[in-house]
């Protein structure tokens, strides 16, 4: 098995920071205080919905993180995905922050992302990957 090229592993490495931080937001929305070690946190009350939709928000992006370390054409699929949305509210912010640069400054990364994960290298690496 070949290694991911270095911006999948630096795609990858974020996506799992984004995982673990969806992952223990959700397990402080359901009130797991970790025995005290986040005790300073505000206590939320009565979020069970939305602690459990953090906790399933972050075991799909420490998958998607895990799929584009050993190179699956899905997890590649999925970032694309999310840098397509990301864009389109990018796109959003635009119209509705005319003339201030935020919408600007939001597309920035998914076109970044949106380019790389096309070009014909990476496209090649995950196909190559994908036929192993």
Do not use: C, H
């Not at 400054?105 to 690496?125: E, G, N, Q």
Request: charged share 5%; hydrophobic share 65%.
């Amino acid at each position: 098995m070949r290694n991911p090229p270095v911006m999948i592993s630096v795609i990858g490495f974020f996506a799992a920071l984004a995982g673990f931080g969806w992952f223990f937001f959700g397990l402080s929305l359901l009130g797991f205080d970790w025995f005290g070690v986040l005790g300073d946190l505000p206590a939320f009350e009565q979020a069970g919905l939305w602690g459990w939709l953090a906790i399933a928000s972050g075991v799909v992006w420490l998958l998607a993180a895990f799929g584009l370390w050993a190179m699956q054409p899905w997890a590649r699929l999925f970032v694309q995905i999310i840098a397509g949305v990301a864009l389109f509210e990018a796109i959003i912010a635009m119209i509705q922050f005319t003339g201030t640069g935020i919408g600007l400054a939001m597309s920035l990364m998914p076109i970044l992302i949106l380019w790389y994960l096309s070009t014909a290298d990476v496209k090649a690496a995950f196909a190559e990957a994908g036929q192993a």
